[in-house]
């Protein structure tokens, strides 16, 4: 794992964004497994501002996005296929068939995982995954729990992540209970991983998934046995395992 610690959360965003950005240089068919939250904002503008600077063309990259609430309509404005669109898809010249974003209101949430399984192999899997971290160390809506879940499935938030969230809702009780999210199998199976994380509130999280033991308790440390994972931290979220 390489560990990239920045001075706050603006540096945080730069520097993931330059590893992003490197990425779609590289390949600029690359399918970009992106993420929602308030800790990627930063990195999103980034990247709209290297776009609108003539240094990124998104033509042909192809998203897939970790998660969506379960119940939530794509034009439901706490949505995450509404977060992207604002965040990042309509600020930058990617085609909006080519994003992905399970859909929260599915007749069948169980057939639309698969169809989400189906659609990642289609595309030859994930070069790039961005993750943030929640406070109980889940990855997407990939909650603790005694077994790793490893296909896109249906989740029931715990109540550290309802709490968490209700910040973006009139009050906790708005919070969608459950949630479609990608699992740990495909997450795993991405070429590459950047967890991205900002502010003091963070560091217990990141201490047990990356200096503890690997255990679906916290689901981020299955992380430790990927090949290539770049954590990009702010010193606020630092452990003090990682500034040794
Ligand atoms: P946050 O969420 O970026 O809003 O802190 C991260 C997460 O829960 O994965």
Redesign the pocket.
């Known amino acids: 794992m390489r560990v990239i610690v920045t001075e706050d959360y603006a540096g945080m965003s730069r520097k993931a964004a330059e590893l992003i950005a490197a990425q779609i240089l590289l390949n600029p068919q690359s399918v970009l497994g992106l993420?929602?939250?308030?800790?990627?904002?930063g990195l999103y503008q980034c990247l709209v501002e290297k776009y609108r600077a003539g240094e990124l063309d998104f033509s042909r990259i192809r998203s897939v996005n970790?998660d969506e609430y379960l119940g939530l309509s794509p034009e439901d404005d706490q949505s995450y296929r509404y977060f992207m669109n604002e965040n990042l898809f309509r600020h930058i010249n990617i085609n909006l068939a080519n994003t992905y974003v399970p859909d929260g209101i599915a007749k069948d949430p169980v057939a639309e995982c698969a169809r989400y399984d189906e659609l990642i192999c289609r595309l030859g899997g994930i070069d790039m995954q961005l993750?943030?971290?929640?406070?109980n160390g889940?990855?997407?809506?990939n909650e603790p729990a005694n077994t790793f879940a490893l296909s896109t499935h249906c989740v029931a938030l715990t109540e550290s992540?309802i709490q968490?969230?209700a910040?973006?809702f009139a009050d906790s009780e708005q919070v969608p209970q459950q949630a479609l999210t990608m699992g740990i199998g495909q997450i795993m199976r991405a070429r590459r991983v950047i967890v991205?994380?900002?502010?003091s509130?963070?560091r217990e999280a990141l201490r047990k998934a990356f200096w503890g033991p690997v255990t679906p308790e916290v689901p981020a440390s299955i992380l430790q046995m990927h090949p290539d994972v770049t954590l990009v931290m702010d010193r606020q979220a630092a452990p003090e395992a990682a500034c040794v």
Do not use: Q, V, Y
């Not at 993750?131 to 406070?135: K, M, P, S, V």
């Open positions: 993420a929602t939250g308030s800790t990627p904002i970790l993750l943030g971290i929640g406070n889940h990855i997407g809506f992540t968490a969230n910040r973006f991205i994380a900002s502010g509130e963070k």
